[in-house]
Every structure is written in structure tokens, then in C-alpha cells.
């Protein structure tokens, strides 16, 4: 990545989903190494491992299932029904 790209995470918390698999760890580690501020990662680790989590103070990790998720209505969003 170019550094234009890099400086547009400066002073951003970024959401990451899957950030414990294999490309999601290390796109964290990557943005945990910018001028980021925050960096969310979502993940139920059904195929991967918390130790796979780069370690860093910026990092927040909430283990979860997207489709556990509910929208503002209470419902599923796999389930909409
Ligand atoms: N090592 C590398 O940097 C690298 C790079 C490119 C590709 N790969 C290969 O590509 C393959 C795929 O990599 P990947 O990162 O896409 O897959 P992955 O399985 O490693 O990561 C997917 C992540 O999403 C999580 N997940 C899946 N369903 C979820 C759900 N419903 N809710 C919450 N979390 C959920 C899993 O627990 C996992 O941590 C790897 O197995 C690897 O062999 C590796």
C-alpha cells in the first residue's frame, strides 16, 4: 500500500470482522502499526485462535457470530423474518 493510503486510518477506529483468521490477523496488524486510534476485530473463532490476535493496546477483540447480531428492531439479520 502507498502511503496515501496508510495516512487515510490516521485517528480512525476500524472495524474488522474475521480479524482473528489468517488475512484478517495480519491486515490488523498491519493497521495496528499506522496512526490508527482504535481497532475493533469481531470474530467467533470458529476457525481460528484468540493467540492469533496481534497483541497491542489499540487492538479490542469481541468475540462473536455475525448472524448473532440483531438489528435496532431486535431481529436476526440472517433471519429477517
Ligand atoms: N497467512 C496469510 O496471511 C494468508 C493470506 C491469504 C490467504 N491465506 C489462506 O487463505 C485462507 C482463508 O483465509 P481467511 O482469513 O479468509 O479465513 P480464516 O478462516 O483464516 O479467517 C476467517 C475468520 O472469520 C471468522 N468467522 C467465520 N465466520 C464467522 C462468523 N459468522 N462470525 C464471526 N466470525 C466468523 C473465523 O473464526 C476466522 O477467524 C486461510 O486458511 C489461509 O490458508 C492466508
Known amino acids: 500500500m502507498n502511503k496515501e493510503v496508510f495516512r487515510a486510518f490516521d485517528g480512525k477506529t476500524v472495524l474488522v470482522t474475521g480479524g482473528a483468521g489468517a488475512i484478517g490477523s495480519n491486515l490488523v496488524k498491519t493497521l495496528s502499526q499506522l496512526e490508527t486510534k482504535k481497532i475493533i476485530i469481531l470474530d ?7 493467540w492469533n490476535i496481534p497483541i497491542n493496546p489499540k487492538v479490542a477483540f469481541i468475540k462473536v457470530a455475525f448472524w448473532t447480531m440483531k438489528n435496532s428492531n431486535g431481529r436476526s439479520k440472517k433471519n429477517p423474518k
Open 44 to 50: 467467533d473463532l470458529s476457525s481460528s485462535y484468540e
